[in-house]
Structures are given as C-alpha cells and as structure tokens.
C-alpha cells in the first residue's frame, strides 16, 4: 500500500511541520514540503541547524519571493502576495508530476491558504488548515491595542482576510487551532461548519531539538552565563496587550525591591526577540513599562528575533524562565513546551483561560498566576511579589519537579499521531463526499 503524501505550505513559521516529519512514516503518512526560502522572508532570521533536524527522506521544494525593494513601490511587502505566484506554479506542477492525497497548511501568511481552492477544484484534492493566529480577527479593534506592524499593514491584511477567509474556510476538509477559542469563533462565523470538522492540537514538544543542542556549536549572545549574576529570561513577542502582565511584574519587583534591595542587586531580566519587525525598524515594547515602573536597570529588551537553537541556548542557560501572556483570552503560548524542556523554574502570569494555565499545573513545570482582561495590574502585585520571593530562594541549577507522565501527551510523537488521525479521516470523508 502507498503511503499517502501532503505537500504542506509553510514560510516564517513552520513549527507544526518539523515537529511531525521524524514520525509520519510511523503513522502511514510521508511528507513533500513546499516551503518559502528564507532569504525571501523581509525580517526572518535563517538558522542552517534547523535543516539538520528535517528527516534526509524527506523532500523540500523551496520558493522565492518578489523581493521586498520592488513591490514596496506599490506600498506591498506582504510575503503572502509576494510569495503566492511561486507557491501556485510550484505546487501546480508538484500535483501534476507526483501522486498526493492531501495538502496541510500550516503557517502564519494566511494568504497562502486560500491555494487550498485551486488545488481542491483542480486536482480533486482536500486540504486542512492549521490556524496557529487567527486569519480574520477583530481583537485589535474591540481592544484599542496597536495591531503588530501598525494599522495600516493590519488593515490591509485584514481587507484580504474578508475576501478570502469565508470559502476558504468552508471548504476546507478540517480545521487545526493551538487555541481552544477559536473553533467557537469559526463556528460562530461560518455556522456550516460542523464540530468533527474542527480540532484544537497544540504544537508537539520538541523533545528531539533539545537533545541535539548540546552536539550543536551555538553560542548565545544574550548573556554571559558566568557572569556572577542571575539571569530570568522572556522570549517571545511584545505588544501592547501583553502590558497588563509586565506591569503586574514589574511592579511586583519594584515594591519588593525596596523592602529587600539585597535581593535584586544580582539579578537581570531578558526579553528577546519582541519584535516582529526587521532589525532595522525594531521598536522596543518592554524597556519603556519598566522604565515607567521605575526597573530600567534590570530589565534589557533585545527585540530583534534571534535564530531557534540560539533561542533555546538561551533558555537552557538561564536562571529563571518568565512566561507572560496577552490580555487576549485566545492566547495560546506555542513557546511553553521549549520553556518547560528548558528544565528551569518558570513564572508564568497568562490570562485565566489560557490554555497554559492548565497544562503547566497538570505538569507541574512552573508557578502560575492568572489574571482577567480587565483586571488592573496593581491586583496582581502581592500574588506576584510572592511567587517572586519564591523564585528568589531558588539555588543556581534548581530544576522543577515536572511530571514528565503528564506532559507525555504534548509530545510531538503523541501530536504527530493525532495530526495523522485527522489526515486520515480528512480523506475518508472526502472520498465519501464524491469530490
């Protein structure tokens, strides 16, 4: 019997996809990728490790872009645009060179999904959709936030949401979310969508990438780890709606400083990569609340994105993990399962109904402290001064008491196997349908 085969799209985020490749065979399944190359992607940073984690089985079609310099002219710099005639030529001729049962979007340039209606009405082919953010969103409007990018390139990216989203999302064999909260949202827009065609699959643990770094010659540039000091890092994106927990935190440290000054005069907080934008037009986000919460001296922003396995370099040599989450209830952290891997004490302050909330205390991987959209940061100080002091009586090296049973789950073999399950009955159901 054939394996069955998806070529899936992917350009800046391709997480989902590396995780599964080591395990598809396992389950039935072989992959051919099409992917975006990275020196086409406007602010994307290139790591040459990551190729070393692709299985040598598999394929890899790369594309170009238009470059950035050419378009600009006309006021695009969407990779999406810039990308989508490659992406269609080349995954025309894959389809009518090779056999393939089925096509797996997962990415972040939503633009590139919507190939997913050429590809079904030509070659009689389904496809699914992996939503890690979602396409059409009004957070941004209901909140007054600043949108990542600013309004004008949300904006338009929006415009093409409106367009292209609703039939795409219709005729699509299955639906993938990280976030719980977003099937609701589908089903609320699109009421043609029936529940069994949607599934909430967080991103696998990459268990494999953390017993390859150490065999890797990588060398943060962050912090020195020997420096005499403690260093607590924060790595991921900023943004406004991530204000309510860094001022809860910095404030916490602030008024505990004051009562306990010895206890800070070692200690160093990092937050990397917090920007989405070129390093050339990188705003920092974090630096100035901690300045207005009176810690500029403890707190250093690198917002320029940093290579993956230089990411968890940092992780791994840290003191102290912080997690901080959005005022976004939706908000799913795909950064979690790196930091709880990372085996450092972690200090997570997410929204209450985050799904990280649960899966650190099942795991027992970090302290938590949680928080409604609404709730102002001084609500928060004394919980979080708590879980500071507890953080501070941490020796150098302590690691949690993870129950590594429970996280079992989160595994990327475990959420291969789920992946390929609804690969599987993706086809089933289309077959059954006569498409």
């Known amino acids: ?78 990779l999406g645009l810039r990308s989508l005639p490659y992406l269609l030529q080349a995954g025309d001729r894959l389809l009518q ?38 396409w059409l969103n009004d957070y941004y409007e209901r909140s007054g936030v600043s949108p990542p990018g600013g309004r004008f390139k949300y904006g338009f990216a929006q415009l093409q949401a409106r367009v292209l989203e609703p039939k795409t999302v219709t005729q699509a064999s299955h639906i993938i979310t990280v976030s719980p909260a977003y099937p609701q949202t589908l089903q609320h827009r699109y009421p043609a969508l029936k529940p069994h065609q949607l599934t909430v699959l967080p991103f696998g643990a990459p268990q494999n990438d953390f017993d390859l770094l150490p065999t890797l010659p990588i060398q943060q540039q962050i912090f020195d780890p020997n420096d005499g000091k403690r260093h607590w890092v924060y790595v991921g994106r900023g ?71 230089e990411a968890l370099q940092v992780l791994v040599q840290s003191d102290a993990i912080l997690l901080i989450g959005s005022d976004d209830a939706s908000y799913t952290a795909s950064k979690l399962y790196p930091c709880i891997l990372a085996q450092k004490p972690i200090l997570a302050i997410f929204h209450q109904s985050s799904s990280v909330v649960d899966i650190l205390r099942d795991c027992q991987a970090g302290q938590v402290i949680t928080f409604h959209t609404q709730s102002p940061p001084q609500s ?46 993706s086809m089933i159901e289309f077959s059954a349908l006569g498409a």
């Not at 799209?9 to 990275?38: C, F, T």
């Not at 797996?104 to 082919?125: C, H, P």
Request: with cysteine; glycine share 4%; charged share 15%.
């Open 1 to 78: 019997m054939v394996s069955p085969h998806f070529p899936p799209i992917n350009a800046a985020d391709h997480q989902r996809v590396r995780m599964a490749l080591p395990y598809l065979k396992e389950y039935g399944w072989s992959a051919h990728v099409l992917a975006v190359e990275s020196t086409s992607i406007e602010g994307g940073v290139s790591d040459p490790c990551l190729m070393r984690t692709i299985p040598d089985h598999v394929p890899v079609t790369y594309v170009k872009a238009l470059p950035v310099w050419l378009t600009r002219k006309i006021g695009l710099g969407s």
């Open 97 to 134: 060179q090779q056999s393939f049962d089925l096509v797996f979007f997962s990415n972040t340039v939503f633009t590139s999904m919507a190939l997913g209606l050429r590809w079904r009405s030509r070659f009689g082919i389904p496809y699914v959709l992996d939503f890690q953010d979602p």
């Open 239 to 309: 943004g406004e709606d991530m204000a309510l927990a860094l001022r809860s935190l910095f404030l916490a440290i602030q008024m505990d400083r004051q009562q306990n000054p010895d206890n800070w005069r070692s200690i160093q907080l990092h937050f990397v990569g917090t920007s989405y934008a070129p390093q050339a037009f990188a705003a920092k986000t974090v630096e100035p609340i901690a300045q207005a919460c009176g810690i500029a001296d403890l707190v250093k922003e690198h917002p320029d994105r940093i290579p993956y396995f």
């Open 380 to 425: 928060l100080i004394h919980e979080v001064a708590n879980e500071l002091r507890l953080l501070l009586t941490r020796p150098k090296g302590w690691q949690p008491p993870t129950n590594w049973a429970a996280f079992q789950p989160h595994t990327a073999w475990q959420m291969t196997a789920q992946l390929c399950q609804i690969f599987d009955r």
